[in-house]
């Protein structure tokens, strides 16, 4: 079976897959609901690549100035980032964010505060395996702020916190998610195929039941129809946390189909390496 990244989804697409052998980058929230201001440190980030491209990724402020989200949402950008906190942000069609006046050179500190944005630098771990190398994920990356930000950051998990989740236990818990990906829903004609949907695009949360822990990766099943959760991750949401007892545990990675049903896979970010890295910008645990 293929890996859909659960990834930076292109900010003019419906739906567009990235595919490698194993997983692919995750998108929207499937199931949940409309988040309103019960995450207000969970932030929308978007950026170009060098072909002119622009996505769009979740992340979080883990600190004043820096911004928790995946490896792929940071890798291969050019220019500067956006980033909004709105949880709101656009019901339907046109896209409320202007496009960069040279794509192909990302945008600048300039456009973006001029719509009225921060900015940030993107940061990607430097053992990312860009998902040829299962045992070593790493798929963590940072936006560092142009400017502080005043909300108040998200906390980190502790060291090895995952480790306390037997298999037995772990298929028993319960684990937030949040962030602003596409939303899968019927189309309101032609094929009627649940299908991941860019509008309204808007900050939703969910949750997912602990499903497999490896030293790299936290996977659960997401599923709407789940009794024991509200739904999964989707195509957008990359990059956005996943949560326990109100600490991040890691961020969305990939997901198994097209549709966001099934497994869905968390970067974990309670490791030591991951870690060691993040207090390189002054983010440490909790």
Request: net charge negative.
């Amino acid at each position: 079976m293929r890996l859909r990244f659960r990834t930076a989804l292109p900010a003019v697409a419906a739906a567009a897959l990235a595919t490698v052998t194993a997983a692919v980058p995750a998108a929207a929230i499937t199931g949940g609901e409309p988040d309103g201001q019960d995450d207000p440190n969970v932030g929308l980030i978007l950026f170009y690549d060098s072909n002119g491209d622009r996505f769009r990724c979740s992340a979080t402020l883990v600190a004043p100035s820096v911004l928790l989200t995946a490896a792929h949402c940071t890798d291969g950008i050019v220019g500067k980032v956006l980033v909004t906190f709105k949880s709101v942000i656009a019901k339907e069609e046109p896209s409320p964010f202007a496009p960069a006046a040279h794509p192909k050179k990302g945008y600048t500190r300039a456009e973006i505060e001029k719509m009225g944005y921060l900015s940030g630098n993107p940061r990607t771990h430097p053992d990312y395996s860009n998902f040829t190398d299962v045992d070593n994920w790493f798929d963590v990356g940072v936006v560092l702020l142009d400017e502080r930000s005043n909300r108040a950051p998200a906390e980190l998990a502790p060291r090895n916190y995952l480790a306390q989740f037997t298999p037995n236990v772990l298929n028993k818990t319960e684990f937030p998610v949040v962030g602003y990906g596409t939303e899968v829903r019927k189309a309101e004609d032609g094929p009627q195929n649940p299908t991941p949907m860019s509008y309204p695009l808007l900050r939703r949360h969910t949750s997912v039941i602990g499903q497999k822990l490896t030293d790299q990766i936290l996977q659960a099943n997401g599923n709407e129809n789940d009794p024991r959760a509200g739904g999964g991750t989707c195509f957008g949401d990359s990059g956005g946390p996943i949560f326990h007892d109100g600490v991040i545990v890691g961020v969305t990675s990939y997901g198994y189909t097209s549709n966001c049903r099934y497994i869905d896979g968390y970067q974990r970010v309670d490791i030591k390496d991951v870690q060691t890295w993040l207090a390189r910008f002054g983010v440490t645990p909790s």
